[in-house]
């Protein structure tokens, strides 16, 4: 007989998802070319009425991550082709039994194409435990918009998030090389590590971007320029010709806010209609 225990996450059902998709220059118009979509990842095309460009919205139909679930993404953006990807909803992270949940996302944007990644909000439960990383492979010639937000607690919502564990890793290639690095990891007591003036001053709502394309220089300025102050510091930086993006916020409508104004600013466009819904 058991003895009140259960081996760690024994017999427990766990999701596994996986979506891929390319998206190719045919016609004269942007178009999929390749979709495969398995598990609790799936992948929607709504009708944006815009031959440029292709909109693919992701979706976890788990509803949630957890510890020992298991996620993969895969975009390829083709020669001169154009896609908007963002996701149906905010991912939420919740408490894990002692594992990770693993998300990886993997990016090719080829020559003369473009991709906006920039999905909704990932909500970090109290005890979550998620491990993501992004690994982006583009031309010299090619425009990339990455952004990920992620928020600790809703405030809204009396949400707190004393601990767990966060970790955040990004590698972007052009052409083989390695040209931007970054680590992010919070572990243990996130609440008060949130709070030093180093990491968050208080912060809840956190995002961090890149921006790699020939005019990055110029829109350093006009990001700089017009970003809201309202509950939220945001920062720009360029780095070997890419814009390297940071802000933190008292909440996630002040985070909205400014990546509401640095979409706009960079493409021209507003978020995708997911954002709105």
């Excluded at 990932?122 to 992620?150: H, K």
């Excluded at 996130?190 to 208080?202: E, P, T, V």
Aim: positive net charge.
């Amino acid at each position: 007989m058991y003895d009140g225990t259960l081996p760690f996450e024994a017999g427990l059902q766990r999701a596994r998802g996986e979506a891929r998709v390319s998206i190719r220059r045919a016609a004269g118009a942007s178009r999929v070319h390749r979709l495969y979509q398995a598990g609790a990842a799936k992948a929607r095309l709504p009708k944006i009425h815009d031959k440029e460009r292709v909109e693919v919205v992701l979706i976890n139909t788990s509803g949630g991550l957890t510890g020992g679930d298991r996620f993969s993404v895969d975009v390829a953006v083709e020669v001169h082709a154009h896609a908007v990807v963002t996701t149906q909803a905010c991912e939420r992270v919740y408490k894990s039994l002692g594992s990770n949940a693993l998300v990886e996302n993997r990016l090719t944007v080829a020559s003369g194409a473009t991709l906006d990644w920039i999905p909704q909000e990932t909500l970090f439960f109290d005890g979550g435990a998620l491990n993501r990383s992004i690994d982006v492979d583009i031309a010299r010639d090619a425009n990339v918009l990455l952004m990920e937000p992620i928020v600790f607690g809703r405030q809204a919502m009396g949400e707190t998030v004393a601990g767990g564990r966060y970790r955040d890793r990004w590698r972007v290639r052009m052409d083989g090389r390695l040209i931007y690095a970054d680590n992010a990891s919070l572990s243990g007591d996130i609440a008060q590590d949130l709070q030093r003036l180093g990491s968050g001053k208080g912060a809840v709502a956190f995002a961090s971007g890149l921006f790699i394309g020939p005019n990055a220089g110029e829109l350093r300025d006009a990001i700089r320029d017009g970003a809201p102050d309202d509950g939220v510091t945001g920062g720009v930086s360029l780095v070997r010709d890419a814009l390297v993006l940071r802000a933190v916020a008292s909440d996630s409508q002040c985070l909205r806010r400014w990546i509401e104004h640095v979409f706009q600013t960079v493409t021209g466009r507003s978020l995708p209609r997911a954002w709105y819904c």
